[in-house]
């Protein structure tokens, strides 16, 4: 009876950390680009020298930097519904290949 209600608690724990790292991975990093953004629509304001020129190309980059920032944002903000929407990624060991594992098993016997 314990073991349903200790595998809820880890699946809790687990949805718990990817949240928090989905949050702190794209919301950080999308302020971030929506400021660099901001700050190439103004540099191109400040120029004044005409639309087809440095000017438009700096706000043209600006206000794409800007929707990739809001589009990251968003994605942080999504959470996963329920435990089971997170797999759990298994470690593999590094000097295992898993071609060379399959060769050197023994054969099953008949």
Known sequence: MAEP??????????LDRAVSLKWNKFTWSGLLII???????????????????????????????????IIRIFIGLINPLAPGDVQRRRRRKRNEDPILATVTEDPPER
Do not use: P, Q, W
């Open 35 to 69: 400021g660099i953004g901001c700050l190439l629509i103004v540099i191109g304001l400040l120029l004044n020298t005409g639309a087809y020129s440095a000017e438009g190309l700096l706000l043209g980059f600006g206000a794409i930097a800007v929707l990739i920032g």
């Open 5 to 14: 209600h200790e595998k809820l608690v880890d699946e809790t724990e687990i």
